[in-house]
């Protein structure tokens, strides 16, 4: 059984009092050897904050987007070499918050994704479908689709050593999460797709997002092709993601 992953997505939540609050209950609460691994993907600007209160601890830390260009004149873009001067290992890419508010095309996507891995982090590339797809559907189309576009750019090879997160738009904070058996249904059509590289099929990470709670991580995270999670709303919450993490351990 592969080492499960679960990832905090703070969104645009926290300040400095209620983020020290978190951590220090996070440090205290999750225990110093871990059976699993722990992410916490803060704004930018605290990524300093996270990285000064979590070094010493086995929890990692990223950010929730990137650059797509190394540096220059882009007003308002961070770069992975700043993201990385803050000792951040993951980065998510392609947020459906982010698709949907900013209009992110899949080729933007696709290039932050080789920028993150070429930068020697971990790209966490959320996938997804809406209740409109999922009901005509036509789910498996989408995430091809925005699979291809980043296997058309890069090759297959470079899902090597990542993290997908199948992240249905509909179950996104809404508390409808999908069931086990969606869940597993969409990673195991996400997995056989990968499945020609054995390098990825053996190192790649498939986690679910939208809607865990303590009450539903235990039955998704049993299921054989789910990964782990990534976590909105429940990663505000120290009891909550630390017993979604208790959940995940092997
Ligand atoms: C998310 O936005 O990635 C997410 C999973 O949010 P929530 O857990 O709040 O549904």
């Known amino acids: 059984m592969k080492r499960k992953i679960v990832v905090g997505n703070w969104k645009m939540n926290g300040s400095l009092a209620f983020n020290e609050a978190l951590l220090k209950a996070l440090v205290e609460k999750i225990p110093k050897a871990l059976s699993l691994d722990i992410i916490v993907c803060s704004p930018y600007p605290y990524l300093f904050q ?60 696709a290039t932050k994704f080789m920028m993150v891995k070429k930068a020697a982090m971990t790209p966490i590339l959320c996938v997804g479908e809406t209740l409109i797809e999922r009901e005509a559907g036509i789910m498996e189309k989408v995430i091809s689709k925005q699979l291809d ?3 058309k750019m890069y090759g297959e090879e470079i899902f090597d050593q990542t993290v ?22 969409m990673h195991h059509f996400i997995r056989e797709k990968l499945s020609l590289h054995t390098n ?9 997002g939208g809607s865990v709670n303590p009450q539903n991580a235990l039955q998704l995270f049993s299921m054989p092709d ?9 990663s505000l919450n120290a009891s909550d993601f630390q017993s979604i993490c208790h959940s995940a351990e092997i």
């Not at 990692?60 to 308002?76: P, Y």
């Not at 803050?86 to 998510?92: A, E, K, R, W």
């Open 200 to 208: 990825v099929s053996k190192s790649l990470k498939i986690i679910y």
């Open 149 to 151: 576009t980043i296997i």
């Open 50 to 109: 996270v990285q000064s209160f979590l070094k010493k601890s086995p929890i990692r830390w990223g950010a929730q987007n990137v650059a797509k260009f190394e540096s220059g004149a882009f007003t308002g873009e961070v770069s992975v070499s700043m993201l990385k001067e803050f000792g951040s290992s993951y980065v998510i890419i392609g947020h459906s918050e982010r698709s949907t508010a900013y209009c992110e095309s899949d080729e933007n996507i």
């Open 164 to 185: 997908i997160a199948y992240e249905p738009i509909w179950a996104i904070g809404s508390d409808m999460a999908a069931s086990p058996e969606q869940a597993q249904a």
């Open 226 to 234: 789910v990964d782990g999670g990534l976590l909105g709303r429940a």
